[in-house]
C-alpha cells in the first residue's frame, strides 16, 4: 500500500502517522524530533517545509530521503503555507519549551530563531505563564532563576510593550502609546507606585553607567563611592519583595515573578554587598562587577516588560494605593523625593481605619486571664516593647506586627497581614522559614536563634512556639532585636 506524507501537515501528525520517519529527518538537521516534549508541542505547530526553512535544511534533500525510504511526497502547495497561529495553550507550551530547551543547553540563537518563526510578539503574562508551568512541573527554582538572566534574552524586544517604547522613541508619541499599555498609563499618573518603582529604576540606570565608567578609571575610591550609591537598587528591590511578588502570588496566584525574579533579586543584592565589602582586591572583581551591572539591566528591563504590566493587569486601585502608604517606610531614594498620589491621599483615613479596625467588648475592654486593657492600650504597649514583633498562626498567616518608634530593620507592610507567611520570603528563605515553624510545631524545638548582622549591628531573631494551657501549638511569636547596646555596654565595662 502507498504511503503517502502531505506537507500540509504537521510534523506532529506526520511523525504520529508514520513513527519512522522521525529516524528519517533526524540525520538531516531535525535533531530535536527525536524529543517528546518537543514533537508534541513546535511539531503541532510547524510542517516539514517550514522547519526545514527555520533550520537551513534544503527541502530537495528532505523529500529526496522520504522518497528514498518508499514515501511518496505531496510537496503542492505546502511550501507557500504557513502554519495556523497558535492559540494561547499552543503558546505557553511553545514559550515553555524554548526556556526548558535552553536550560538544556540548546544555543540561544537556535532557540531565538524558532521563537521569531512563530511569534511576531509576546505579553508579559505569556512569559510569567510559561515560567510558572516550568516550575509546576517540576523543573527546581533554582534552575529557572538560573535561566532568568538568559531568556530574557529571547524576549528582547519582542514584547507588546517594548515594542511600544521603541515606537514612542521613532515617533515621539508617548501618550497614544501610553493608552496601549496598562504599565505605562499608571507610570504617567503622579505618585503611583508603578510611576515611583519606573523613576527609581531611571535612578538605577544612571547609577550604573557612572559604575561602569568609574570601573574602567584608575580612581577606586571613586568606584567605592558608586558602589555605595548603587545600594539603592537593594532598597528598589525590597520594595518589591515586600509589596508586589507576594501579592501577585497569594492573592492572584502568578508565582512566576515570586518564584524567579525574587531570587535573582536576592543574590543580586548579595552580590553588590559581597564587592563593595572586598572592593577591587578581589581577584576577579572587574568581571564579577560587570556581570552584576548587566543583570541589573536586565532587571530593570523585566520590570518594564513583565513585572510592572503583570501588576497592571492584575492590581485593584485599592491594591495599589495599599502600597503607597506603604512606600514611606522605605529609604527614598530619588533625588527629589516620592510625589503624593490625590487619590490615595483621600482615602487615606477609610482605607487605613479598615485594615487597623479591633474589636472589642461593649464596654472597649479586651478581658484577659490576668488582667483587662482596651485595643488602643494593647496597641501602644507592643508598640512600646523594644522589640520588632510578629505572630504567625497555627494556619502559617501572618495575624499581627507592631508598629514602633524607630524604623524596622525588616519591613512588614500591612497587606501582609492575612497572607501565608511563606509567601513574604524570597524562595530560598522560605525553605528555611518553613523547616523552623514545623520544627516549632512538632515541638522538637521549642525556640529558634538566628544572629544576624544588620546595618553593622549585631541582631537576635528568635522564634518561639506559642502554646496554649494545654500545650497545644497556636502559632509562632517571632521577636527582632537589635544587640549593639549590649555589645556596647560589655566592651565599656571591660575597658574599665
Partial sequence: MERTIQFKKSVYEICTEYPEV???????????I???EILNTVGRLVTIPKGASVRGIALSGVIEALQSAGFSVEVAPVEQSAPAAPGRDDRTA????????????????????????????????????????????GTPVAEVQRLCDVHSALFHGATREEQIANAEKAVQASADAAAKSAGTALSGIAGHPIAVLSAENDVISDLIAETRQCADGADKSALAEKLDALHAAA?????????LYPVLKSRYQVSGPADVMWGVDVEM????????????????????????????????????????????QNFTEEDWMRI?????????????????WPAAEKRREALNSRAHG???GEDGLIRLNSGHMTAHQIEAVFNTVPLEISFIDDQNRNCFFNAGSEKKLFKRPDEA??????????????????????????????????WLNKRGEPVLVRYMAVRDRNGEYVGTLECVQKMGFARDHFKIAAEK
Avoid at 96 to 120: C, I, Q, T
Avoid at 290 to 309: Q, S
Avoid at 329 to 335: A, Q, S
Wanted: aromatic share 8%.
Fill in 34 to 36: 527525536t524529543k517528546p
Fill in 22 to 32: 522521525k529516524d528519517i529527518l533526524s540525520p538531516l538537521g531535525f535533531a530535536d
Fill in 358 to 360: 479591633a474589636a472589642a
Fill in 324 to 340: 503607597y502608604y506603604e512606600l514611606p517606610n522605605y529609604d527614598c531614594i530619588l533625588p527629589s523625593g516620592r510625589p503624593v
Fill in 94 to 137: 511553545l514559550l515553555r519549551e524554548y526556556v526548558g530547551r535552553l536550560s538544556r543547553g540548546d544555543d540561544l540563537e537556535a532557540v531565538r530563531k524558532d521563537f521569531v518563526a512563530h511569534f511576531e510578539s509576546v505579553d508579559a503574562a505569556e512569559i510569567a505563564r510559561a515560567e510558572q508551568e516550568l516550575i509546576q512541573s
Fill in 235 to 243: 532598597v528598589h528591590y525590597a520594595e518589591k519583595g515586600d509589596l
Fill in 269 to 312: 543584592k548579595n552580590e553588590l554587598k559581597t564587592l563593595s565589602n572586598a572592593g577591587a582586591a578581589l581577584p576577579n572583581f572587574q568581571d564579577r562587577l560587570g556581570k552584576l551591572l548587566t543583570r541589573a539591566e536586565e532587571m530593570i528591563y523585566k520590570e518594564r516588560n513583565i513585572l510592572f504590566p503583570l501588576c497592571a
Fill in 417 to 450: 497581614v492575612g497572607r501565608e507567611v511563606f509567601d513574604c520570603h524570597p524562595p530560598k528563605y522560605a525553605a528555611m522559614a518553613r523547616q523552623i515553624i514545623q520544627n516549632l510545631r512538632s515541638g522538637a524545638r521549642d525556640s529558634v536563634d538566628v
